[in-house]
């Protein structure tokens, strides 16, 4: 059976969570070997997917759009040409803004997570203003037509177990990363290729980004693309990830 991967959250004043968030993947890390996938949590309660588990071929390309609107259509013509598909995660206003990349995101047979409706730290917030935003943006994306989203990447990837235990009441099963190359910094596209195809093995979810701000992003997927095809790996979406972890995992009668 595969293995969970679980990081456990101390009881610390919610500033201190803000400054640490981004520090968890290197520093607390231990093995439970119950379950089929890499979580975020602090008990038996609502988790937070980081990956699957470790000896499948399956990855999950997934992007992060929170603004701007001419990057995202040469990355879907990049996914096309390799006939990948990914999962984009939007946040609510944007979304009301470009109705129309949504079309094309959903036509291109790609799949659609949320990211709320304002991108602003859950962790800056008291949690009746996350719920707000998370009804908020279920309202938003509802009116777009885009009601049965089930998928939530929190702004920034900050999460505690208090907001994934909402977001689990609310019906949202919150995904994190377990590959992230930091293309949104622009560090150079060699070195966003040379992280992905370095970091990423069997269940890895990636994160990438989509917004304006990258300038190097669709270069290095031409080359991460393929690369990661010829190590054996194949392209799924977080909903065939999961399904198909689970089924690897459920026991045979």
């Not at 006939?83 to 984009?88: L, M, N, R």
């Not at 917004?211 to 080359?223: H, I, R, Y």
Request: glycine residues 8%; hydrophobic residues 40%; contains cysteine.
């Amino acid at each position: 059976m595969q293995h969970f991967h679980v990081w456990k959250w101390s009881s610390l004043k919610r500033w201190g969570l803000v400054v640490i968030a981004a520090l968890f993947c290197a520093i607390f890390l231990v093995v439970e070997r119950d379950s089929a996938f890499s979580v975020f949590s602090t008990d038996k309660g609502p988790r937070a997917l980081i990956s699957s588990g470790e000896n499948g071929k399956d990855v999950s390309l997934t992007f992060n759009i929170s603004w701007g609107q001419e990057k995202v259509y040469p990355i879907l013509d990049t996914l096309k040409k390799h006939d990948v598909k990914a999962t984009f995660f939007v946040n609510g206003e944007w979304a009301e803004r470009h109705p129309e990349i949504l079309k094309a995101i959903n036509e291109n047979g790609h799949e659609l997570g949320m990211m709320g409706y304002r991108y602003k730290s859950y962790l800056k917030q008291d949690i009746t203003q996350v719920k707000k935003d998370l009804l908020y943006a279920k309202t938003v994306f509802g009116k777009l037509g885009y009601d049965e989203l089930s998928l939530l990447r929190t702004p920034s990837g900050h999460i505690n177990n208090e907001v994934i235990t909402l977001a689990s009441k609310l019906g949202y099963q919150v995904v994190q990363w377990s590959v992230n190359p930091n293309d949104h910094e622009n560090p150079g596209t060699q070195v966003i290729v040379d992280h992905v195809m370095k970091e990423t093995s069997g269940g890895d979810i990636i994160v990438m980004h989509a917004s304006d701000s990258v300038k190097q992003t669709n270069e290095a997927l031409a080359t991460i693309l393929p690369g990661i095809k010829q190590k054996g790996f194949h392209f799924v979406t977080i909903s065939e990830l999961i399904s198909k972890a689970e089924t690897d995992s459920s026991p045979i009668e």
